[in-house]
């Protein structure tokens, strides 16, 4: 494996910290559900995605975002609590992002099923390891191929 020079130390230890549990830019994880669904993890630095105008506690908290890659026209949602309404939806073919505590999450995914928003997947992750950078998720596919 070759490492590209970077400008932050940050990058490198996440980068490093991600390939041991087998997560990271070079081998993101996939998750799939019974529904059809498919959302592809990465991790990004960012310091290469975000705007420079983020609040001084964005180096100390972890940047979830979703992406709508599907192209259906679903409804797409997420939150870290599964007894409520999803706080964060996703617009169409755009991306919604929100800041989160590095801390054991759990988040669930939703989308829409004709009677409103259903949750179709959830991932239960430690983000300890990933203050400062984001967790970046791609909903690829929503129907059957």
Request: glycine share 8%.
């Amino acid at each position: 494996m070759t490492l590209r020079r970077t400008s932050s130390l940050r990058a490198l230890l996440v980068a490093a910290v991600l390939s041991l549990a087998g997560i990271g830019p070079a081998t993101p994880l996939e998750l799939q559900s019974g529904q059809h669904d498919r959302l592809i993890v990465r991790v990004l630095d960012g310091d290469a995605w975000l705007p420079t105008a983020e609040p001084d506690d964005a180096a100390r908290l972890v940047h979830v975002c979703v992406r709508d890659k599907a192209g259906s026209g679903q409804r797409k949602a997420f939150d870290s609590q599964r007894d409520r309404r999803a706080r964060f939806i996703v617009p169409f073919g755009g991306r919604r992002c929100a800041r989160f505590e590095p801390t054991r999450q759990v988040f669930y995914f939703s989308k829409n099923s004709g009677a409103g928003l259903r949750v179709v997947l959830s991932y239960r992750v430690n983000l300890k390891t990933l203050k400062g950078s984001i967790l970046l998720f791609d909903w690829v596919q929503d129907r059957p191929r």
